[in-house]
């Protein structure tokens, strides 16, 4: 999806008011974006340039934007709980994600994580065990992405513990409860020196992982998680701020090595 020029039709805006409240909405010929601030006009903002500022008609001020990917994978629809942000880029280079990749990806969720596999450049083959949240992963990616994005995207809803179709893939990424599981499956359909990662909560799942890596191909493990403080500057002012996001989950990755 072309995300420069004037603001078109068809693709998502972020909205956000003086107060930093922030809106994602979908700009549609004739339509009206409608809030406690007042009602403002899809219209007034097709055509324009990203950074206009709008007045809805109870006075409020509102920017208009193109989202991040930051920004939509934090508002986006969800239908599980979303890889965030700050582990989505860790992800991406600790896979070592490239343009033109092939990714086994499974567990994809609301597809926040896909869209960020995706918009590095790769091509996905997803397996998704519930087909509702393989359509909301879809329809998340196709809403950001546009149809280049989907036609890099083949999914299935299938169970990747049963087994892996795809040969000689770069890499595999598991948002999964139990990816050890995954191991003797991986050991077959990656190619040699491909990495395997998996994204897990909890620190039990990641010595399950690694005691599966120890009888198998796979090594040079590495575990590691990511936390995200923000500072608060004002002036002089200037002190950590008093919420962090710590904990979400631990990134484990590891190469496919010779016999």
Do not use: C
Request: proline letters at 5%; charged letters at 25%; aromatic letters at 8%.
């Amino acid at each position: 999806m072309n995300r420069s020029g004037p603001l078109r039709a068809g693709e998502p805006v972020l909205l956000v008011d003086r107060k930093r409240r922030r809106y994602l909405i979908d700009l549609v010929a004739g339509g009206e974006f409608h809030s406690h601030s007042g009602v403002l006009p899809h219209d007034d903002m097709i055509g324009s340039a990203e950074g206009e500022l709008y007045r809805s008609s109870r006075g409020m001020v509102f920017i208009a934007l193109r989202p991040t990917i930051t920004d939509y994978v934090l508002k986006m629809p969800r239908g599980a709980q979303v890889v965030y942000p700050k582990d989505i880029g860790p992800i991406l280079i600790q896979a070592d994600i490239f343009p033109g990749a092939h990714v086994l990806e499974s567990g994809l969720g609301s597809g926040a994580l896909s869209t960020g596999i995706l918009r590095a450049g790769a091509h996905i083959t997803g397996y998704e065990l519930r087909d509702d949240f393989e359509a909301t992963a879809r329809e998340n990616v196709g809403r950001f992405l546009g149809p280049d994005g989907l036609a890099n995207y083949t999914t299935y809803v299938r169970d990747v513990y049963q087994g892996i179709d795809e040969q000689d893939l770069d890499r595999i990424v598991l948002d999964l409860p139990e990816p050890w599981q995954v191991v003797p499956h991986a050991e077959k359909a990656l190619r040699r020196g491909g990495i395997f990662l998996a994204y897990t909560p909890s620190i039990v799942q990641v010595s399950q992982l690694h005691e599966a890596f120890e009888g198998s191909r796979f090594g040079m493990a590495e575990t590691m998680e990511v936390m995200h403080r923000g500072w608060h500057v004002q002036g002089t002012a200037v002190r950590p701020d008093h919420r962090m996001v710590a904990h979400t989950g631990f990134l484990t990755h590891a190469r496919l090595l010779a016999e």
